[in-house]
């Protein structure tokens, strides 16, 4: 017994070391695999720094294109106290878009018109800037403000300045704010909120980003000087089709003093616009549309404008502007109106009859930009208008350059022919407007970010 | 009978249109705003992908028109790449008018390629347009420098991979293949500029940044005054006699630059036009990525020599 103890406690002995041995090169062996793993790590890090640029050759200082960078960036610290407390730098925000402490994006477009006419046009109050004939004024300055509500939805706020009419105390009015659903299923989206219609090619345009200085004739008059802008929804469906196709459907209250002014969704202004585009090729393009607005006026009477618009442009490859752009649009209005009848010839309105009026009013507009800083054109309108008899007519040439990107100066001549029967629509205290020769000045700037144009 | 004919035909035109806009569905539906990004995800996506790029390489990506069929093509699309560093700041209108939520801001189906590179030329101190359009992200024009096609790809793989998983490993591995003939082609490259490294160069505009910086090459000038702004008869004549100066012997331009104005000072200062394309397809048959930066290189170590 003592013997068989004492061969266990010498096997004991011996296979201690021998066990303590095996443990530790498991120890061991899981060391270098932990090694081996850190190395890989490194390894892969070394070469992905190692993929990095070389720092940029610095090109010798006031060289041009180069103003205040460096590359590659400094180590960025934590601001001090005292830092934070300084004054920001007037583009403090926009800095530390970077860092993505501004999370959206702001810009202000600036638009100055000055415009020298008649004395009698002046006088009648029958100029293109009613009211304003013989001034130099802020038509627009507008504070832009849009970017990602969340991932399912965008938003725009505009707010705009100008100076409405003579010498008027310049006013600030909220002129668009929407947001637009953008998640929605079977390639539909829906904007809410106030915003400038989606009718035609120009009414969307704000006024310093119109290729003209004014609104074409017709768009003025069948819905207003500022054209149509209106508070409601609308929804568009792109379909997955070969070819591409966009349909829009409306409800809005009908606030459109000019078209419409029964502002109300008990009897809603509803819109509808198809529009559709073709390619020829790499260099030539054309966008075509058509559009309505059925609403009611003020005075309960159903009023329908359709619209129908052309777009094109040649655009030379790797140029960085089109040659030629040509712009069109042709408006069709069906009005009721009340029409006193006098059955039995007394001269006594007997009863109160509703007709439909008819008018109609387009613009084709021409422009050429041979250079990347000069471009020239013209437009023509005709128009009647939409509640008074009569028509107009109108041809604008100018010309338009821009310093750069940001900055452009526009000048116009525009002669506008109004027909005898327009006496009542324009030829207030005791002057004419019939025939009207202006000349248009604009200066326009961008300030900070701008969101690009669609075609 | 003559309403039951034409209703069949109405259904057989429907019937046609959506098969025809079914066609493809089985691979995925890529679309990039530049034909770098295109190149690359033909590289890494192969037969599993159909790749479109919104801009060609002929254009000067920064002012791309925003034509209905950009939107059409993006309609379709189950992944967008787009540069990130405003290169394609257009890009947020265009995808606005495709209403296709997989690929809007947030989604998955949206990949910005510029995730973790270096970016140069980060505005330092206070910038504001008066330095003409300086772009506050940085240089946007990485995708020139082949040195960041392993990040570039790694970002590209990891997108593709959000929106079909199952074909990671797939991706991955023609990634790695892809980076093997890029680091091979490396060498062939630095070596053809590396007689000429620390060479001086004046350029149209700063779209060469990154790739001048891999190869060791130095811009001392711009043709421009100030980016984006039409040089002043001063500036060119500053610019004349610095190139003089300073032996300048190329200057680079872009297919869409004024290269007769970029010929005239190049003359006055005794260098040489080089045209170097900044996106593939600049060059007219040359469609892949290696192949469009074997150009670039080739052109400029000739014109260097």
Known sequence: MRALALIVISMCTALGPAVAAAQDAAELRKQIEQLQNQLESVTERLKRLEAQPPPAPTAPAGAPGSPGVAAPPPASTPPSAMDLARPRQPFGLYQQRGSGQLLFDMGIAGDFVGNVTQRNVERAGGGTFAGQENRFFPREVELSLFGQIDPYASAVVRFEAGEETRGAETTVHLAEAYLTLLTLPYGTQARLGQMRNRFGYSNEVHEHDLSWVDRPNVMRNFFGAEGLQEKGVELTLVPDLPFYIEALAGIFNGDNETAFGRGTLQHPLVTGRLRTFLELGDEHAIQLGMSVASGDTDDRNRSTILGWELRYKYRPDSWLHPLVTLTGEWLYSLRKADVGVDVDGDGAIDRVDKRQRDHSGAYAGLEVQPFRRWAGGFRYDWSQYPTNPGWEWAIEPYVTFWPSEFLRFRLAYKHTDRSPQTRDAVNLNGSSARNVDELFFQASFILGAHPAHPF | ?305
């Open chain 2, 1 to 305: 009978m003559r309403h039951r004919a034409a209703a069949l035909v109405g259904a057989a035109m429907v019937l046609g249109l959506l098969a025809a806009g079914a066609d493809g569905a089985h691979k995925l539906r890529v679309v990039t705003t530049i034909p770098d990004f295109k190149a690359l995800v033909e590289e890494i996506g192969g037969d599993q992908v159909d790749v479109e790029s919104l801009a060609r390489g002929s254009q000067n990506a920064h002012d791309v028109e925003i034509r209905p069929s950009l939107m059409l093509r993006l309609r379709r699309a189950d992944l967008f790449i787009e540069n990130g560093l405003e290169l394609d700041a257009w890009s947020d209108t265009a995808v606005q008018g495709a209403n296709n939520p997989k690929i809007v801001r947030g989604a998955v189906g949206r990949v910005d390629a510029s995730r973790g590179i270096q970016v140069l030329d980060v505005p330092s101190t206070r910038v504001d347009r008066s330095m003409g359009d300086v772009h506050p992200l940085g240089n946007p024009h990485y995708s020139l420098d082949p040195g960041l096609a392993p990040i570039v790809t790694q970002n590209l793989v990891d997108g593709l991979s959000r929106v079909a998983p199952e074909l990671r490993a797939t991706f991955e591995k023609n990634r790695q293949a892809f980076l093997a003939r890029v680091e091979e082609a490396m060498v062939r490259w630095t070596n053809a500029l590396a007689p000429v490294k620390g060479a001086k160069v004046v350029v149209y505009h700063p779209d060469y940044v990154y790739f001048l910086a891999r190869f060791g090459l130095i811009q001392v000038g711009m043709l421009e005054d100030r980016p984006g702004i039409p040089p002043s008869p001063q500036h060119l004549a500053q610019l004349v006699r610095q190139m003089k100066d300073e032996r300048v012997r190329v200057v680079l331009v872009q297919p869409w630059n004024d290269l007769k104005l970029a010929q005239r000072i190049a003359e006055e200062a005794g260098a040489k036009v080089v045209v170097i394309p900044t996106m593939v397809g600049g060059i007219k048959g040359v469609d892949t990525y290696i192949g469009s930066i074997d150009y670039n290189v080739n052109a400029l170590a000739q014109a260097l020599r």
